[in-house]
């Protein structure tokens, strides 16, 4: 919590060590404190070149913290990789990371999961973190790719036994604005692409009007809101 720089030398050759897995997951753990850039490339090497998913996961987080551009293009492979987990998390990086190379293969992956509730979860809003401070030809690429599957998203049911529905609006704009979960992180992408009229809806909603789930992304779509 704490982290010295006397200590930088050793973590760094436990990680390009990989002797013991216990201390390598732990350093790389450690590594993500240090806001020395001499990590960056250690972190990057454990990401691409690991077996290991816990060592992995927490390089990504360290790299993502960091805005790591460089890995993008790693990141836009894994999403067409095996591991289906790991898809949703990097997703998550991307769209931390903010790079707009990432805005296409998203955009394909999400097409070709349309009706995958998981990808369009982790999507929607790492498509909306992009958005936040990219250029306008790039916000309404976004934006358009969101309308058009507007009505596919509203028709994916929440799962067998969900009941965490908004409670309903005093003046929804349009009706019923936001019916459920993806619902919901849709809009907010919106916003932050700056579309007018989803940008109206939201300035009725309060933190009663938002499923739990989507609170810290109301929270964060809140103060990208011009008054």
Not at 172 to 180: G, V, Y
């Amino acid at each position: 919590s704490q982290p010295s720089e006397v200590t930088l030398p050793v973590l760094i050759k436990i990680c390009q060590s990989h002797k013991h897995p216990l201390l390598l997951r732990n350093a790389v753990f450690i590594l993500r404190c240090f806001n020395n850039p001499e990590v960056v490339p250690v972190l990057r090497d454990l990401l691409t070149k690991t077996k290991d998913k816990v060592v992995r996961n927490r390089a990504l987080a360290a790299l993502t913290r960091w805005q790591d551009k460089e890995i993008v293009p790693w990141l836009t492979k894994a999403l067409t990789g095996s591991d289906v987990v790991f898809r949703s998390y990097a997703l998550w990086a991307l769209g931390r990371i903010g790079s707009t190379e990432a805005i296409d293969p998203i955009i394909e992956h999400v097409k070709s999961n349309l009706k995958d509730r998981e990808t369009l979860w982790a999507a929607l809003p790492a498509l909306g973190w992009i958005a936040d401070d990219s250029m306008v030809d790039h916000k309404k690429k976004i934006e358009d790719f969101l309308i058009s599957i507007q009505v596919q998203v509203s028709a994916i049911p929440e799962p067998l036994g969900y009941d965490g529905r908004y409670t309903k609006l005093e003046a929804p704009d349009p009706p019923q604005a936001s019916k459920s979960i993806l619902d919901q992180r849709l809009m907010m992408t919106l916003v932050r692409c700056g579309h007018s009229p989803s940008i109206e809806a939201f300035k009725k909603w309060t933190y009663s009007d938002v499923i739990r789930s989507n609170m810290d992304l109301y929270g964060e779509t809140l103060r990208r809101v011009p008054p």
